[in-house]
């Protein structure tokens, strides 16, 4: 393993080495893995003196670390576009992990590695592995459903903070450890309350949304209910259309038209998102297909405006860059690949503009009205007599035959001056 705090066997002995303060010094450290790991192109980074800081993440990855640094500048991990490896993603410590099955095809010996079936080969385990361990270390057969405080993280830096759900909702980026488990708490409240009871298919209304167990469309809407003559039976028209008919006594789940609606955001935004990385997957492929493809010859600059300030400190966090704060809001950019400052290869930023205070007043933009046609005989301010110089009217219509410029009766004119 290759370190930045390797020193000269002479100046270990009387502590003189560069790195004695460091290795003494509780700090952040950022861990590289080798070529070769499931971990490759990735990086962690945690906090403490040098031995705690190696302790912990040995316990989470093993000994397989290829570099232990003081300083993402160190780590090079901007140069080699390393993407970072939040404190959730971490695998299981080791010492948790016992002999189960992770899968159809592998198994997990005690010492935390992952054998395929197929080839025979021990690796470390990955992120679907790592949700099995964790479910069979904590015993706890509700750990792929339910919602509950699954882990949280603390970091010392803005953005580094963050909690995660069971379900595998991640509240990531926020600046303290508080925000971030006030959202999770929310989530876990408003997803474990209590359903609403089922009602029979006879009392169905029109406007009632019937569950359907689909997560992107939880609900589909009631538009006509009608009995059969025995009245053993109900025929339902639902949105679609559709048609169903159920015994009149069967019971039904319903969900809130708001479930369904927040539902079908989170389809289009999904939607939206694969779009957006189908494009980027795209426009990588034809680069790569056609060497003459045009490129800028600098700078390729990419840029977005985020949602929300906690948004932009969850890209710096996750891709290890400073927050830059600005009158207009929080700003993070990511300069990849080469030293050069001024002209990277790539350079991507995203920003998010400052919440609106409560009290903020917008002013209303005044829509444009076509003016109405003057009555007949009506003195518009087109007709009125002007004076040129300040602009001053009489109050009267003139005529054609009226000079332009007359007698200013407004004291503070030019004209009346030059009299």
Same mark, same amino acid.
Request: glycine residues 10%.
């Given at each position: 393993?290759?370190?930045?705090?390797?020193?000269?066997?002479?100046?270990?002995?009387?502590?003189?080495?560069?790195?004695?303060?460091?290795?003494?010094?509780?700090?952040?450290?950022?861990?590289?893995?080798?070529?070769?790991?499931?971990?490759?192109?990735?990086?962690?980074?945690?906090?403490?003196?040098?031995?705690?800081?190696?302790?912990?993440?040995?316990?989470?990855?093993?000994?397989?670390?290829?570099?232990?640094?003081?300083?993402?500048?160190?780590?090079?991990?901007?140069?080699?576009?390393?993407?970072?490896?939040?404190?959730?993603?971490?695998?299981?410590?080791?010492?948790?992990?016992?002999?189960?099955?992770?899968?159809?095809?592998?198994?997990?010996?005690?010492?935390?590695?992952?054998?395929?079936?197929?080839?025979?080969?021990?690796?470390?385990?990955?992120?679907?592995?790592?949700?099995?361990?964790?479910?069979?270390?904590?015993?706890?057969?509700?750990?792929?459903?339910?919602?509950?405080?699954?882990?949280?993280?603390?970091?010392?830096?803005?953005?580094?903070?963050?909690?995660?759900?069971?379900?595998?909702?991640?509240?990531?980026?926020?600046?303290?450890?508080?925000?971030?488990?006030?959202?999770?708490?929310?989530?876990?409240?408003?997803?474990?309350?209590?359903?609403?009871?089922?009602?029979?298919?006879?009392?169905?209304?029109?406007?009632?949304?019937?569950?359907?167990?689909?997560?992107?469309?939880?609900?589909?809407?009631?538009?006509?209910?009608?009995?059969?003559?025995?009245?053993?039976?109900?025929?339902?028209?639902?949105?679609?259309?559709?048609?169903?008919?159920?015994?009149?006594?069967?019971?039904?789940?319903?969900?809130?038209?708001?479930?369904?609606?927040?539902?079908?955001?989170?389809?289009?935004?999904?939607?939206?998102?694969?779009?957006?990385?189908?494009?980027?997957?795209?426009?990588?492929?034809?680069?790569?297909?056609?060497?003459?493809?045009?490129?800028?010859?600098?700078?390729?600059?990419?840029?977005?405006?985020?949602?929300?300030?906690?948004?932009?400190?969850?890209?710096?966090?996750?891709?290890?860059?400073?927050?830059?704060?600005?009158?207009?809001?929080? $700003?993070?950019?990511?300069?990849? #690949?080469? @030293?050069?400052?001024?002209?990277? &290869? +790539? *350079?991507? !930023?995203?920003?998010? %503009?400052?919440?609106?205070?409560?009290?903020?007043?917008?002013?209303?933009?005044?829509?444009?009205?076509?003016?109405?046609?003057?009555?007949?005989?009506?003195?518009?301010?087109?007709?009125?007599?002007?004076?040129? $110089?300040?602009?001053?009217?009489? #109050?009267? @219509?003139?005529?054609?035959?009226? &000079? +332009? *410029?007359? !007698?200013?009766?407004? %004291?503070?004119?030019?004209?009346?001056?030059?009299?």
């Amino acid at each position: 393993m290759t370190t930045n705090l390797q020193a000269a066997p002479e100046q270990v002995s009387d502590g003189s080495a560069p790195g004695a303060v460091l290795e003494d010094e509780p700090r952040s450290w950022w861990f590289t893995f080798p070529d070769g790991s499931a971990y490759a192109g990735r990086y962690a980074v945690t906090h403490g003196t040098h031995d705690a800081a190696m302790a912990e993440v040995t316990a989470h990855f093993g000994p397989t670390i290829a570099g232990q640094f003081a300083s993402s500048e160190e780590a090079r991990v901007a140069h080699l576009g390393l993407m970072r490896l939040r404190r959730d993603q971490w695998p299981a410590p080791v010492v948790e992990q016992t002999a189960a099955p992770a899968g159809d095809d592998s198994v997990v010996n005690p010492g935390g590695l992952v054998e395929q079936a197929a080839t025979g080969e021990w690796r470390r385990p990955g992120d679907a592995d790592t949700a099995v361990l964790q479910a069979v270390a904590a015993d706890d057969e509700t750990a792929a459903g339910g919602h509950r405080m699954a882990s949280f993280w603390k970091g010392d830096e803005p953005g580094e903070s963050g909690a995660a759900c069971a379900c595998g909702l991640t509240f990531d980026g926020f600046d303290s450890l508080d925000r971030a488990s006030e959202l999770l708490d929310r989530h876990i409240a408003a997803e474990n309350q209590s359903a609403p009871p089922p009602v029979p298919a006879g009392e169905l209304q029109p406007g009632m949304w019937v569950a359907t167990g689909d997560v992107d469309a939880p609900g589909i809407e009631v538009r006509y209910v009608e009995q059969s003559e025995d009245g053993r039976w109900v025929g339902v028209v639902f949105a679609g259309p559709s048609y169903a008919e159920y015994p009149i006594d069967v019971p039904l789940y319903l969900v809130d038209e708001e479930l369904v609606e927040q539902a079908a955001a989170r389809a289009r935004a999904r939607a939206h998102r694969a779009q957006q990385i189908e494009c980027l997957r795209r426009l990588a492929q034809l680069a790569e297909e056609d060497e003459h493809f045009p490129l800028p010859r600098y700078t390729l600059r990419i840029g977005g405006g985020l949602d929300s300030p906690e948004a932009v400190r969850r890209v710096a966090a996750v891709l290890d860059v400073e927050v830059t704060k600005s009158d207009y809001g929080l $700003r993070a950019t990511w300069r990849y #690949g080469g @030293a050069d400052e001024l002209n990277p &290869p +790539v *350079e991507v !930023e995203m920003s998010a %503009a400052h919440p609106r205070s409560g009290d903020a007043k917008s002013t209303p933009v005044p829509v444009p009205v076509s003016p109405a046609a003057p009555a007949a005989g009506a003195a518009t301010l087109d007709s009125l007599r002007r004076c040129r $110089r300040c602009g001053a009217t009489t #109050g009267l @219509a003139m005529s054609p035959h009226d &000079p +332009v *410029e007359y !007698e200013c009766a407004d %004291a503070t004119c030019p004209q009346a001056g030059a009299r």
